[in-house]
């Protein structure tokens, strides 16, 4: 079970549109022990499935299926290379490509840009939940 806040970091998103997305009906919520309200963790990873899978997200065809829309934060070019640094909710995507690409592309700060990764190697991480704020353990 996930709290609102919880939910909103792992969506990338405010907890006031995890708010909104539950009482509008889109993301079942229950309440827990203490009338706070609570996201099952299934719910929520269907519901996040759905949203990535969105037909009106923009997604061209493609085999590449980890796609993450951001917002350009940095653009590093010398004379061949560049880096572009893109903050696509909590997260940091660095990609290193031609400084002609960059240029095509017309990538700056700024610009909205879809990281689209198609990798061999994937390292996945679990993760410690947090513990719940204002809770003492003893």
């Known amino acids: 079970m996930f709290r609102i806040g919880e939910a909103a970091d792992l969506l990338g998103v405010s907890a006031d549109t995890i708010r909104r997305w539950v009482d509008a009906g889109r993301l079942p919520a229950g309440r827990d ?64 490509m031609s400084r002609e690409a960059v240029d095509e592309l017309d990538l700056r700060v700024g610009s909205v840009a879809v990281a689209v990764i198609k990798s061999t190697t994937v390292v996945v991480e679990r993760v410690a939940p947090t513990p719940a704020r204002g809770r003492t353990t003893g």
């Open 33 to 96: 022990g203490h009338g706070h309200r609570v996201i099952d963790g299934v719910d929520l990873a269907g519901f996040a499935r759905a949203q990535a899978s969105d037909p009106d997200a923009g997604a061209e065809l493609s085999s590449a299926r980890n796609r993450l829309r951001g917002i350009v934060v940095d653009v590093r070019k010398d004379t061949v290379m560049a880096q572009v640094d893109i903050q696509a909710g909590p997260f940091r995507i660095v990609s290193l």
